[in-house]
């Protein structure tokens, strides 16, 4: 498994942005899928974005449509780190947000939680309207 702490979350009004960032332990970083989630009150846990490497250097990205065009996810393997970028913020992203990672190094970007066996502890978010 993969040790993984987040940082960035807070209070945004509507409209603005914030940064997480993810870093994470382990000598194949390069191989990790790794995926952005989140989970409201009463709410499923939900996928919001995913990335992973090829030779270390092609990123594929992935998201989920209601943040499509908003958030962005990039990743530093020299630095073994994981950044979600969030633009446009709504109220309804209002959310803690989880860093996972899939270090099985598999060839897709998998949508469910039970697709990542390591989670960070999470980062709330808050977007005031």
């Known amino acids: 498994q993969v040790e993984l702490t987040e940082s960035g979350g807070g209070l945004v009004q509507a409209g603005g942005s914030l940064r997480l960032s993810c870093a994470a332990s382990?000598?194949?970083?390069?191989?990790?899928?790794l995926g952005w989630f989140r989970q409201a009150p009463g709410k499923e846990r939900e996928f919001v974005g995913g990335i992973r490497s090829s030779g270390g250097i092609i990123h594929y990205t992935e998201y989920a449509d209601s943040v499509k065009d908003r958030f962005t996810i990039s990743r530093d393997n020299a630095k073994n780190s994981v950044a979600l970028q969030m633009n446009s913020l709504k109220p309804e992203d209002t959310a803690v947000y989880y860093c996972?990672?899939?270090?099985?190094?598999?060839?897709?970007?998998?949508?469910?939680?039970?697709?990542?066996?390591?989670w960070g502890q999470g980062t709330q978010v808050t977007v005031s309207s």
């Open positions: 996972a990672a899939d270090s099985r190094g598999g060839l897709r970007i998998g949508r469910s939680r039970y697709d990542y066996d390591s």
């Open positions: 382990g000598r194949t970083f390069t191989r990790y899928t």
